[in-house]
């Protein structure tokens, strides 16, 4: 079945630092992988996403990687600052069936 | 300006009293979807529609009605309320070809007593 498990539920960073937020998903043939950034009071919005004939993308201080025959995509935020404090969520969608399945979320915190 | 547009923002009601809320896209999406936000679980989907009069379920689907007689609309109905429906709602379109950004309403947190 269609399921995307996300790790770590929490995270905690001091600012500058790096965190690394990992997803596994279950059918393989999900081929779209967004990242959701939610912050405190307000809707999911899109950060960055990547499709499955990509390896990796970057923008900015965010990057995305996936391994697909691993079945697993993280997101890397680098330099971090206060306000990347916010729930981050990872999804798959499947192209024929149109249904984006999140994961369970990250609530990262970035200490100053 | 391109949005998805829920109402209302807030809603307390009783146990048993039908409710409806309601979703609305100026995006001429296609794929269309409600999610109820718990803490710890995440974003979980309700119900899904690919196109005018066509639905199915999400994940959890029990007590909870929907209906996309238009493009633009997909309201959420909840014939007899219970306090487990508690939670956070949010709308959710998108273009369903090859995968696109999902936009979200502002969210409706419902509480029933």
């Known amino acids: 079945g269609e399921n995307v498990e996300q790790h770590p539920s929490t995270l905690s960073v001091q600012e500058g630092d790096s965190a690394v937020i990992k997803c596994t998903y279950s059918d393989s043939a999900s081929n779209y992988f967004p990242w959701y950034k939610q912050e405190l009071g307000k809707r999911p919005q899109l950060i960055i996403d990547?499709?499955?004939?990509?390896g990796e993308k970057k923008d900015q201080r965010i990057a995305v990687t996936l391994n697909k025959t691993a079945k697993h995509f993280s997101l890397h935020i680098t330099e971090t600052q206060p306000e990347d404090s916010a729930v981050y969520f990872c999804a798959a969608i499947y192209n024929q069936g149109g249904k984006l399945i999140f994961g369970q979320g990250t609530e990262l915190s970035v200490k100053p | 300006e391109a949005q998805v547009t829920q109402n209302p923002r807030y809603l307390i009601t009783v146990t048993g009293k039908k409710l409806t809320v309601t979703c609305s896209q100026n995006m001429n999406h296609e794929y269309m979807s409600w999610y109820r936000q718990d803490p710890g679980l995440g974003l979980r989907q309700i119900y899904y529609s690919m196109n005018v009069e066509v639905t199915d379920k999400g994940d959890v689907p029990e007590g909870y009605k929907v209906s996309r007689k238009e493009k633009r609309n997909f309201p959420l109905i909840l014939e007899s309320p219970s306090p487990n429906q508690t939670s956070l709602y949010f709308c959710?379109?998108?273009?369903?070809?090859?995968?696109?950004?999902?936009?979200f309403g502002q969210g409706t947190r419902l509480t029933v007593v």
């Open positions: 959710a379109s998108s273009n369903l070809q090859g995968g696109t950004e999902a936009f």
């Open positions: 990547i499709r499955s004939n990509v």
